[in-house]
């Protein structure tokens, strides 16, 4: 139930101001979601895959006073310092989930009102597919994701030195913001004959990459954090297996190149970000063959893509559009939502039940 209150008004948001184009009250709603979703994950309890494993390090975090900068914790400097300052608040880790929480909903809603004009629908999918993700499991690359999305306008407009100072910000919260590092040089790729040429390598070199994996698995630290991420992966073996397979390649691949090319070829649109979205498809083929590795690295492109898909999808459904564009927009918003929100129950065991630190069980998180 506690889930459905913020869906639902999302819905309602997407269709009343969205589509229907009307003001009065938008304003208070999206405010009221802000903070709806402060509390919703602030105050929750051991609800999310790695929330009970960051409680658990909480516990001898030290507060401000006492915290120093080290690459030598398990975790990186800049997780460590927010830790310290919440920590200097109070011992419970419910002092750092309002912090973080804090941080990412005021970097994510800011992000949609710059955007998009269709700030609801962009809410609805984000709720849909990554918000629970990146507020209640990856807390430390969530961070990095937004230091990221906040520093685009510098990769936008090739303010390079900015650009970098902010890669390495996002280093400081996450290891795997090292994927930053490439992204001005993929800044080029464009959805024609070159992207495709590239794409049928990119299928061949990731299906020989297994082997020099492996060859990393002896190194003690780097086969521990595999054995924790693939404990994690969504993809496993048989049926069920091929399935995942098939709905990763459909979210990282199949399905951001199919609405690309109807806005880019059908609609005649410039889509946006669409450098970033071609890479995002490149990393996502990785995904097929090593969910391990390269399934945290499509995150960072994660919201933009969402943005995207909201410019193309909503403008279907005003009075305006031609028949066949509604047609493809109902096709694509029924693919979006089958894709993006189809998970396995094991996967919603992370969430549900809910319960919050008013109201503390403890029940088995299956990762």
């Known amino acids: 139930m506690v889930y459905l209150i913020p869906l639902s008004l999302t819905v309602f948001g997407a269709y009343y101001f969205d589509i229907k184009k009307n003001k009065r009250g938008e304003r208070i709603l999206y405010n009221f979601l802000f903070i709806y979703l402060v509390f919703l994950i602030g105050f929750r309890f051991e609800v999310g895959g790695d ?17 120093q900068f080290s690459w030598t914790d398990y975790y990186e400097p800049l997780y460590t310092l927010l830790c310290a300052l919440s920590k200097t608040v109070g011992d419970d880790f419910v002092y750092f989930q309002l912090l973080h929480i804090i941080i990412l909903n005021s970097c994510l809603f800011y992000f949609i009102s710059k955007s998009t004009e269709y700030r609801f629908s962009a809410l609805f999918f984000c709720f849909i597919y990554y ?3 990146f507020s209640t499991e990856i807390l430390r690359e969530s961070l990095a994701i937004f230091v990221f999305v906040l520093n685009y306008k510098n990769y936008e407009e090739g303010n390079w030195f900015k650009y970098y100072c902010g890669v390495c910000i996002a280093i400081l919260f996450h290891i795997s913001a090292v994927i930053l590092i490439v992204f001005p040089f993929v800044k080029w790729l464009r959805f024609n004959w070159k ?22 698995a002896d190194i003690e ?25 098939l709905l990763v390649c459909s979210r990282f691949t199949l399905l951001p190149i199919a609405i ?38 499509p995150n960072y492109i994660t919201p933009l893509f969402f943005i995207s898909l909201t410019n193309i999808i909503i403008p279907s459904f005003f009075k305006t559009a031609t028949l066949s564009r509604k047609m493809m927009g109902i096709f694509f918003l029924c693919v979006t939502l089958i894709v993006y929100a189809s998970f396995p129950a094991r996967i919603y065991m992370r969430y549900i039940p809910y319960y919050s630190v008013f109201n503390p069980h403890s029940v088995v998180r299956i990762k």
């Open 51 to 67: 929330t009970l494993m960051y409680m658990q390090d909480y516990i001898w975090r030290v507060d401000i006073t006492e915290w």
């Open 131 to 133: 918000y629970l993700y």
């Open 195 to 216: 992207y495709w040429i590239i794409m049928m390598l990119s299928i061949v070199v990731f299906s020989k990459l297994n082997t020099v994996f492996s060859l990393f």
């Open 221 to 245: 630290k780097i086969s521990e954090k595999m054995a924790i991420y693939e404990d994690s992966s969504l993809v496993s073996g048989g049926i069920l297996g091929a399935i995942l397979t």
């Open 260 to 297: 690309y090319l109807w806005d880019k070829k059908i609609l005649k649109e410039c889509p946006k970000y669409e450098g970033l979205i071609c890479f995002y498809t490149l990393l996502g083929v990785g995904a097929w063959f090593n969910s391990v590795i390269f399934e945290r690295f």
